[in-house]
């Protein structure tokens, strides 16, 4: 499972965002938490997740905000689930706490953390089809490897200008880059021109593979091999 814990930066020069917050993500995502955004200690916001397309995508908009340090950690939670991510605890949880702290020191307020589930008793090997037993999944990068990919693709992103941000938010709306450019009075061209610097290309195509990775990870976790 995934969870996000996210700190509100410089929250004693600033206003409480925590709910505001929380208010956007539940009208952007309100159907992917396995439990919600909650307000868990003053300025700080946890959610927790099952899907990893999801977490990611919860990642990129707290990012983009730029208000917040964010930890997300990826492990096991501890049953039965209670009613709000304030109570909830369990491997993934100690992660993001992990991960929010390193966070708030790092370039691009961003940290990962994996905290493997240790089982509760030894369990027999699983036996592959052909009699032949299966190994262990171990993810194909660790951690800290994932972190290091992460890291540019915020970094990347937290460069891009207001009006590529304008440009890309009505790409993924749906809408064709001439009818971009009627929209916001501009050239079909300067909208190919901002849709180039934003990146997007880029962005669009790093964004499976880091799911990929993010489950991966998920996976080793639970000992279950790579997700078809």
Do not use: C, Y
Not at 60 to 78: D, F, K, M, N, Q
Not at 187 to 201: D, F
């Amino acid at each position: 499972m995934f969870v996000i814990t996210a700190d509100q930066i410089d929250s004693r020069n600033d206003r409480d965002r925590a709910g505001e917050m929380i208010a956007a993500l539940m009208a952007q995502f309100g159907d992917n938490f396995t439990l919600p955004p909650d307000q868990t200690a003053g300025d700080e916001i946890q959610m927790l997740l099952t899907d990893a397309r999801a977490a990611l995508d919860l990642v990129l908009a707290l990012h983009r905000s730029e208000h917040w340090s964010i930890g997300l950690g990826v492990g096991t939670v501890r049953m039965p689930l209670p009613d709000s991510a304030r109570q909830a605890s369990g491997q993934a949880f100690v992660g993001a706490r992990d991960a929010v702290t390193r966070a708030k020191k790092a370039d691009a307020r961003f940290a990962l953390t994996v905290e493997p589930a240790e089982p509760a008793e030894p369990a027999e090997p699983a036996e592959a089809q052909d009699g032949k037993v299966a190994p262990e999944h171990r993810p194909a990068l660790d951690a800290d490897e994932v972190e290091a990919l992460l890291v540019p693709f915020l970094l990347l992103r937290q460069r891009r200008t207001s009006e590529g941000w304008a440009a890309v938010d009505l790409l993924e709306t749906g809408l064709s880059q001439v009818e971009i450019a009627a929209r916001l009075d501009i050239s079909a061209a300067a909208v190919s021109q901002r849709l180039r610097s934003a990146l997007w290309k880029v962005d669009q195509a790093a964004r499976p593979a880091l799911v990929r990775l993010l489950e991966d990870l998920d996976n080793a976790t639970t000992g279950t091999g790579p997700s078809t």
